[in-house]
Nanobody
Framework: QVQLVESGGGLVQPGGSLRLSCAAS????????MGWYRQAPGKQRELVAR???????NYADSVKGRFTISRDNAKNTVTLQMNSLKPEDTAVYYC?????????WGKGTQVTVSS
């Protein structure tokens, strides 16, 4: 079983930055994709960014050029650097690890962008 713990959310003003981190505990040898999703009130959960083993990162169009995802296989972590934040980025952000036959989620961390 894999457990994911997110950190780094909070309140930030428009134009500011936040860095989210997700640490995994347990055996992740079968994991091939790590990513971040978000869900705003009244909206469906959506992909923000994802990195797949052997491939490059993928980003939602709305965050391209502003967000950067990175993974550290040795530390079993994935981070999301968020710059130039906008009010529409406000949501609960969830870490996700996907593997063969498994799909793990963190509990989420709130990101609020407001003046």
């Amino acid at each position: 079983q894999v457990q994911l713990v997110e950190s780094g959310g909070g309140l930030v003003q428009p134009g500011g930055s936040l860095r989210l981190s997700c640490a995994a505990s347990g055996s992740i040898f079968s994991i091939y994709a790590m990513g971040w999703y978000r869900q705003a009130p009244g909206k469906q959960r959506e992909l923000v960014a994802r990195v797949i083993s052997g491939g490059g990162p993928n980003y939602a169009d709305s965050v391209k050029g502003r967000f950067t995802i990175s993974r550290d296989n040795a530390k079993n972590t994935v981070t999301l650097q968020m710059n130039s934040l906008k009010p529409e980025d406000t949501a609960v952000y969830y870490c996700n690890f996907m593997g063969v036959g498994v799909n793990y989620w963190g509990k989420g961390t709130q990101v609020t962008v407001s003046s």
